[in-house]
């Protein structure tokens, strides 16, 4: 079973808007990361968010985490037409050595 | 090279047969990881390479899966006597990652393999 799930599966926004999508996971982490994928293809790493940290920036990117709700979120800001992608969740626990564990994703449409 | 490098961006095969994929990571990675993922579904662990220790075999889903790393450079998966439920992107991913530090995971663009 997978570890982080993302919630919403698909999200569809105008441009501009926010887009705020959350991953939640069952077991205690190390650290969280978000990725984007465009197209199917390879994953592009976003943000990493360790256990101890709260929330982290990255331009128009905001990442929180809270380890006693064993969830994050993923905020998007003023969102682009090229923000169009579906984006993963993934977490690194010690119990599972160095792998991280993805999520399902949600596909998020940016509509121009 | 750049970035992670995959070969070949599109695989075609008859159910049966044997196909091999190659994966290039960044130069200097020590960390390297298999991944599956079927269509519209997030990514399946499949095995992890780490320096010279013993891979992590425990997402490989069969025995008919395998890969190899030849020291800290190229990978190949092996995937035996291909069935149609092997159809997917396989992903490879590099990192720096040691000491059980994890860092981010650098991607190839992916196998597509459709096994008819």
């Known amino acids: 079973s997978q570890q982080g799930e993302e919630d919403p599966q698909a999200l569809s926004i105008q441009e501009g808007e926010n887009a705020t999508m959350n991953c939640s996971y069952k077991?205690?982490?190390?650290?969280l990361q978000w990725y984007r994928q465009n197209s199917g293809r390879g994953l592009v790493h976003l943000i990493l968010i360790r256990s101890n940290e709260r929330e982290k920036h990255s331009g128009r990117l905001r990442v929180t985490l809270d380890t006693s709700k064993k969830s994050s979120s993923l905020l998007i800001t003023a969102s682009r037409a090229a923000d169009t992608a579906s984006y993963f969740c993934?977490?690194?626990?010690?119990?599972?050595?160095?792998?991280?564990?993805f999520g399902g994703g949600t596909r998020v449409l940016v509509k121009p | 090279g750049a970035g992670v490098s995959q070969s070949p961006s599109n695989k075609v095969t008859e159910k049966g047969k044997d196909v091999e994929l190659r994966c290039d990571p960044i130069s200097g990675h020590t960390a390297l990881y298999w991944y599956r993922q079927r269509l519209g579904q997030g990514l399946e662990f499949l095995i992890y390479?780490?320096?010279?220790?013993?891979?992590?075999k425990s997402g490989l889903p069969s025995d008919r899966f395998s890969a190899e790393r030849t020291g800290e450079s190229v990978s190949t998966l092996t995937i035996q006597r291909t069935q149609q439920e092997d159809s997917a992107v396989y992903l490879c991913?590099?990192?720096?990652?040691?000491?059980?530090?994890?860092?981010?995971?650098?991607f190839g663009p992916g196998t597509r393999l459709t096994v008819l």
């Open positions: 993934a977490t690194d626990a010690w119990a599972a050595g160095n792998k991280l564990t």
């Open positions: 077991t205690s982490i190390n650290n």
């Open positions: 390479f780490q320096g010279n220790s013993a891979p992590d």
């Open positions: 991913a590099s990192s720096s990652a040691t000491g059980g530090i994890v860092n981010e995971q650098f």
